[in-house]
């Protein structure tokens, strides 16, 4: 499939779709709580969306039986939510989701502390986020997909995390998933290169320990193979003549995982 290139009156509807699925990481980040199962939070998330007149672009897609992806702690993505699930404190959890408004898609993960979690923890959710942030301001026109990748890997690999190699970012905007890939490692050199009017879900996922990932045995959920703790942050980003310009946030909007949860903040290597 070739790049899909979109006018600006496109992206204004693919940033609708984006707001939705802001709203809705802020509805269920008030629910993430020890004691709540991730069935529970689907079924928030489930009825935001739909109230919206969206839809979950993850339910039913390619089989998946769920509305959000949910992961904890070594949990990397595409954990299925269910009841028995609950989250505990000092749990570091991962919510995926995606919408679909007016046949236009958006795609955006989020990770949060649960109460008091370890230093390490604290650490990794902070240079995940970073990680994105950076990959995001490589999405220039003229820069090559590789910029993204290799600003990603940078920051990743120089607070001592590991970078998954076996899942990446892509495309989106009329589908979920569209081309191209965006890896979260490489060189500035590699992949075509980025044109105003590219629509990219830029997606880090870092691992406390080795890079390294395996898929569960209900055949989903991807989990760290050292059991060590996994984070994932996802923007869908719109590259315009002027810079990038992230469509699931507000401008302005505070993006500090641990203010954002009544927690201390805590310091990173930028």
Not at 139 to 165: L, M, P, T, Y
Not at 197 to 206: F, K, S, W, Y
Request: net charge negative; with cysteine.
């Amino acid at each position: 499939m070739a790049v899909r290139i979109y006018t600006s009156k496109e992206v204004s509807q693919i940033m609708e779709s984006g707001m939705i699925a802001f709203e809705t990481h802020m509805r269920l980040k008030d629910h993430i709580k020890p004691g709540v199962s991730t069935a529970d939070l689907d079924e928030v998330a489930r009825e935001y969306i739909y109230s919206k007149s969206a839809k979950p672009a993850f339910l039913g897609l390619y089989g998946f039986p769920a509305c959000i992806c949910t992961c904890l702690n070594d949990s990397v993505v595409h954990g299925i939510p269910d009841k028995k699930t609950v989250i505990r404190e000092g749990d570091v959890v991962s919510i995926d989701l995606g919408v679909s408004y007016n046949g236009y898609f958006s795609d955006t993960a989020w990770t949060w502390p649960v109460g008091e979690v370890t230093e390490e923890a604290r650490q990794l959710i902070t240079v995940t986020q970073q990680c994105m942030f950076k990959g995001i301001a490589e999405a220039k026109v003229d820069n090559r997909i590789g910029a993204i990748g290799e600003a990603v890997q940078k920051h990743a690999e120089s607070n001592g995390f590991g970078v998954v190699r076996q899942l990446v970012g892509h495309g989106i905007g009329r589908a979920i998933h569209e081309e191209p890939q965006v890896p979260n490692y490489g060189r500035k050199k590699d992949g075509i290169k980025i044109r105003a009017g590219m629509v990219l879900a830029i997606e880090p996922m870092i691992n406390a320990g080795t890079y390294d990932v395996y898929t569960d045995s209900d055949k989903w959920t991807v989990r760290t193979k050292d059991g060590k703790l996994s984070a994932h942050f996802e923007h869908t980003v719109a590259v315009t003549s002027t810079g990038p310009v992230i469509c699931t946030m507000p401008k302005g909007a505070n993006v500090n995982v641990f203010e954002m949860m009544g927690l201390e903040t805590v310091g990173a290597s930028a």
